[in-house]
């Protein structure tokens, strides 16, 4: 019998991977571990539960992702019909142009002297 569709609670882990917000569980259950879930705005562990009608907020991969539940599901769906199971209250991510600029080396330079890891570390520091 499956999960699909129920008001069945299922882990908060599971969850993520299964709508796809992360592209493993084991890193779903990381993010839970480190801190970086929060459902209805507490701090969780991996065996939480949600609902529907539950806020979830994830920060993965430098962006933090603000969904309300709609469906809850255990197996992992295509991107299509997981897109069905929450709806997206994320700010939009920044531009790319914001972007801090990578610094780059022609191949077989060496290393960098001093006044060239300087400069690297001042452009890091203050992006324009």
């Known amino acids: 019998m499956s999960n699909e569709g129920t008001a069945e609670p299922v882990r908060v882990d599971s969850w993520i991977w299964s709508v796809r917000l992360t592209k493993s569980r084991s890193q779903a259950s990381a993010a839970c571990k480190a801190g970086h879930v929060r459902v209805n705005g507490t701090r969780v562990k991996a065996s939480q539960t949600v609902k529907p009608g539950d806020q979830v907020r994830v920060f993965h991969a430098g962006r933090e992702r603000i969904v309300a539940v709609t469906k809850v599901i255990s197996k992992r769906v295509g991107a299509p019909a997981a ?3 929450y709806v997206d ?3 939009p991510p920044p531009p790319r ?5 990578v610094a780059v080396r022609d191949r077989g330079a060496g290393r960098p002297t001093k006044r060239d890891r ?3 570390e001042r452009l890091q520091q203050h992006p324009r």
């Open 83 to 85: 897109a069905e199971c």
């Open 89 to 91: 209250n994320s700010p």
């Open 97 to 101: 142009e914001f972007a801090a600029p």
């Open 118 to 120: 300087r400069e690297l």
